[in-house]
C-alpha cells in the first residue's frame, strides 16, 4: 500500500504513504466476521512462467506504454524476470519533465510503504533474538498508545489495531503540504493519530494504517538501544547485500534521481515533490533504493533469508485484505505475488515475488498520481501480470478512504 494522505485506493502501500494496499494513506478495511474468498489465490502444480522472449517482450512493451499514456506517468523502470526465463528490464518515459531528461534504470528513488518491508524484518529480527515477542502490547514498549495494553505488535504489523492513521487527519494534511520540507517526529505524528478515537477493537479487521509502522519503529529503537535509520541500514540492508538502499536521517537523496510529481499539494495543482522531507513517513515509508536492489531485496523478503524459517512462516500467514490480496506481518500476497507496494507524494514502487515461479518483478514510477482509483503501480503491475502470469494477475481493487 502506499503512505498517501488521501485519495484513492491503496492495496498494498506505501506510505503513500501509505500503498493501496501496500502504501500509507488511505485506508483498507477488512472485516473478519464478513464472509469472502481465501486471500490466497492456489498455486499450480506446474510452473507457467514464460520464456521472455522478444516476442514476449514486445507485448509487454506494447502494455507498459499504454498504461504510461492512458495513466498520464511520466516515467516508469520495470523489471521481470525468472531463473531460466530470461529477464525483461526497460525504462521508459522522462526522468524529469523540465529537461526531458530519459528515466534510467540506474536511478534512485523514493520507495515509500515498501519500507514496512524493512521495519518489519528488523522487528522480526529482534523477536529471533529473543529481545520482543509479537504477542507482546505495544504499551509495554511506548507509553500513551490508546488500547497500548492490549494492541500486539502482531497486531500492528499486520494493519488490525484499531488505531487511526496519523496520514489521514486533516490537521497533518495541512502540516505538510504547507511545509513540506519541513521534519517531522514520530511523536508528532503518532499525535494526529491519537488525537481520534480507536476506530475498533484490536484484531477485529484489517485496516491499513501507517500508525501502526511508527509504533513498530520506536519497539526497533528502544529494544535494540539504536535509531531506526541506523539499525535498517547496518543490520537489514547490508546483510542483505543491498548497495544503494538507504534508510535516510534526513532530506538527502543521492543523485542519480528522478523527480517525483504528486497533486498531493495545498494548491492541489501537480509540484516536483523530490526534495520534499520523507520524514513524515518515517518507519512507514522514509527509504531510498534502485532497481538492482529492490530486485534483490523481493527475494531475500519472500524466502526470509534474513529470518529464521519460523519467524518468516509467522510473516508469511496471512489474513484476508482485499479481494484476491492477504496481508501477513508487512508483507502482502496478492493473487500468489509477494511482496509491496508503496507510494508517497511523487514516487510509487511495487516490489513481488512469486515463489513457483521464483519470478521477480519490479517497478519503480515517478509519480504517486493515482488511475482511476488505483495506484498508478498497480496498473502497471497487473498490465504486466495478465500477459506473463494469467493465472496470478497483481489487481488491487480501489477501496474508499476511511477514517475522515
Known sequence: MTTRWRGAAVAAGAVGLVVVPLGVGAGYAWDAAAPGPSAVAAAPVADEFPQLTPAVAAQLDEAVLKVLKEARVPGVTVALSAPGKGEYVRSFGVADKATGAPMRTDMNMRIGSVTKTFTVTALLQLVDAGKAGLDDPIGKYVAGVPNGDRITLRELAGMRSGLFNYSEDEGFFKALTGDPRRPFTPQELLGY?????????????????????????????????????????????????????????????????????????????????????????????????????????ARTLATGTLLTPATQAQRLKVVPALPGAGYGLGIFDVQGWIGHNGSLPGYGALVVYLPQSQATLVLLLN???????????TVFGEAITRIVTPQHVFSLPAQPVTGQ
Not at 226 to 231: A, N, S
Not at 367 to 377: A, F, K, V
Open 193 to 297: 493519530s491519537f488525537r481520534h478515537p480507536v476506530r475498533f477493537e484490536p484484531n477485529a479487521k484489517f485496516e491499513y494504517c501507517n500508525t501502526n509502522l511508527i509504533l513498530l519503529g520506536l519497539v526497533v529503537e528502544k529494544v535494540s538501544g539504536t535509531p531506526l535509520d541506523r539499525y535498517v541500514n547496518d543490520r537489514v540492508v547490508k546483510p542483505a547485500g543491498l548497495r544503494h538502499t538507504l534508510f535516510p536521517a534526513d532530506a538527502r537523496f543521492p543523485s542519480p534521481h528522478a523527480q517525483g510529481y504528486t497533486d498531493q499539494t495545498a494548491s492541489g495543482k501537480t509540484e516536483d515533490a523530490a526534495d520534499w522531507n520523507p520524514s513524515w513517513g518515517w518507519a512507514a515509508g522514509a527509504m531510498i533504493s534502485d532497481l538492482d536492489d529492490l530486485r534483490s531485496w
Open 367 to 377: 509519480t504517486d498520481i493515482g488511475y482511476e482509483g488505483s495506484e498508478p503501480s
